[in-house]
């Protein structure tokens, strides 16, 4: 209860505005990165569901972009073991001083403070994820070029995160209503995090689609709500350029 309401406290208080992105995400979730892990397993959903999904080769090489505190490596659980490495790459150097101490028990888990947009892992790269972090980029298009480019012919790119639907949704997307296309970008823009119906759309052209589920999650304290979330698994085509369009094939949950 209490470290709830310190929780809340920070988001009605919302992202900083002035400075750069670092230090902004330092301020916001510094006063939380303790029970940061907490309060989002009720906030943040799909994210056992994403990281079973993401294929686990032995010595394959994962990275999760925005990782913040490495939390989702953990639900890699006995598949950890195969692989030669997962990094976790994030700008907030509080929730990276969490990662750290959870890297100090999980040797596998390597930390980086870096932007998605620029950083490059030391080794080619068998699958890369975004958990609940996309949204919090303010180019997130750059992190995505980024991401595509550093996988391997074939490779695996995953995304879970919140959304809200095109006015007029493609064929075979959930249409959301006007509210909740209104409501929530709104609700979370304060906080810094954009939501809008673009990522999903640029992953679906860029990518192959192996799996896209869209659904409804719960929020904390507000039990009467729902906020809509996709989870999304696409594969690089084997002879496609890093980058460049590629068709799509949809699977759905």
């Known amino acids: 209860m209490v470290t709830d309401t310190r929780t809340l406290f920070t988001l009605v208080r919302g992202l900083p505005r002035k400075g750069g992105l670092a230090d902004r995400l330092g301020a916001f979730y510094g006063p939380q990165a303790h029970h940061y892990d907490d309060f989002r397993e009720r906030l943040l959903h799909g994210r056992d569901e994403l990281v079973s999904l993401l294929p686990v080769r032995r010595g394959g090489v994962i990275v999760e972009m925005g990782g913040g505190t490495g939390r989702n490596v953990e639900r890699f ?51 890369i994820y975004f958990s609940y972090s996309l949204t919090m980029m303010p180019d997130w298009r750059a992190a995505l070029d980024n991401a595509i480019g550093q996988l391997k012919p074939g490779g695996t790119l995953g995304v879970v995160d919140f959304y809200v639907s095109a006015e007029r949704a493609e064929d075979g997307l959930r249409q959301h209503t006007a509210w909740t296309r209104a409501f929530w970008p709104r609700w979370f823009g304060h906080d ?5 119906p673009e990522p999903l759309a640029c992953l679906r052209s860029r990518l192959d689609t192996i799996v896209l589920a869209e659904h409804f999650g719960s929020v904390p304290w507000l039990p009467c709500l729902r906020v809509p979330y996709y989870i999304f698994v696409g594969r690089l085509p084997a002879r496609a350029a890093p980058g460049r369009f590629a068709g799509r094939r949809a699977a759905r949950l």
């Not at 810094?192 to 809008?196: A, E, F, N």
């Open 77 to 127: 659980g006995p598949r950890l073991a195969r692989l030669k490495s997962v990094h976790v790459v994030d700008l907030c150097r509080p929730l990276l001083e969490i990662a750290r101490q959870r890297a100090a028990r999980l040797p596998k888990l390597l930390v980086h403070e870096g932007d998605a947009g620029t950083w490059r892992a030391p080794e080619p790269v068998d699958a």
């Open 192 to 196: 810094g995090v954009r939501l809008s």
